[in-house]
T-cell receptor, first 114, second 110 residues
Framework: AQSVTQPDIHITVSEGASLELRCNYS??????LFWYVQSPGQGLQLLLK??????LVQGIKGFEAEFKRSQSSFNLRKPSVHWSDAAEYFC????????????FGGGTRLMVKP | DAGVTQSPTHLIKTRGQQVTLRCSPK?????VSWYQQALGQGPQFIFQ???????QRGNFPDRFSGHQFPNYSSELNVNALLLGDSALYLC?????????FGPGTRLTVT
């Protein structure tokens, strides 16, 4: 069975500082990997996705993520955080066709200090 | 393009009652998935509909059922509501590839 672990429940960074959110997955084959962001009371917005190919993927809002098969990780990074990045971030893994069921991690709540 | 829409936005039900939530997919999308997000947790997959059939199902009891219409819109029905069914219910649509999520329906069971 597939699973996703986000080890950090809460992270606080200063505005302008760099950010890395961790994600570890368990899946028997090549995974489809996603990062979503959720603002309070809102649905999920896709930040970026990895299906195959280049292991460093670029997303919206200046985010990027790197797929490391040897570590079963797909960490999300941003070089300089803005106050508007404060939100909940979810890593997810999908099986087979990327439109199939997604398994989400528990999320990381990001707070940004001025 | 209106994106994925869900109705209602919020609703409050009593234990034992039944509820129906609705979802209209993004234009051109033929697959609809439903997720339950309890407070402070990540979304959990309930089931997915394609061509008016349930294609995949997560670990949810039979009290949770669904339907997809010829225009690809979908309903989620929950019978015999329990307090633990209180959550944000998210609908996602897809054609091929990534899933696009709606804003969700907040269900409170009292």
């Amino acid at each position: 069975a597939q699973s996703v672990t986000q080890p950090d429940i809460h992270i606080t960074v200063s505005e302008g500082a760099s950010l890395e959110l961790r994600c570890n997955y368990s899946y028997g084959a090549t995974p489809y990997l996603f990062w979503y962001v959720q603002s309070p009371g809102q649905g999920l917005q896709l930040l970026l996705k990895y299906f195959s190919g280049d292991t460093l993927v670029q997303g919206i809002k200046g985010f990027e993520a790197e797929f490391k098969r040897s570590q079963s990780s797909f960490n999300l990074r941003k070089p300089s955080v803005h106050w508007s990045d404060a939100a909940e971030y979810f890593c997810a893994v999908g099986a087979g066709n990327a439109g199939n069921m997604l398994t989400f991690g528990g999320g990381t709540r990001l707070m940004v200090k001025p | 393009d209106a994106g994925v829409t869900q109705s209602p936005t919020h609703l409050i039900k009593t234990r034992g009652q039944q509820v129906t939530l609705r979802c209209s997919p993004k234009s051109g999308h033929d697959t609809v998935s439903w997720y339950q997000q309890a407070l402070g947790q990540g979304p959990q997959f309930i089931f997915q509909y394609y061509e008016e059939e349930e294609r995949q199902r997560g670990n949810f009891p039979d009290r949770f059922s669904g339907h997809q219409f010829p225009n690809y819109s979908s309903e989620l029905n929950v019978n015999a509501l329990l307090l633990g069914d209180s959550a944000l219910y998210l609908c996602a649509s897809s054609l091929w590839g990534e899933q696009y999520f709606g804003p969700g329906t907040r269900l409170t069971v009292t």
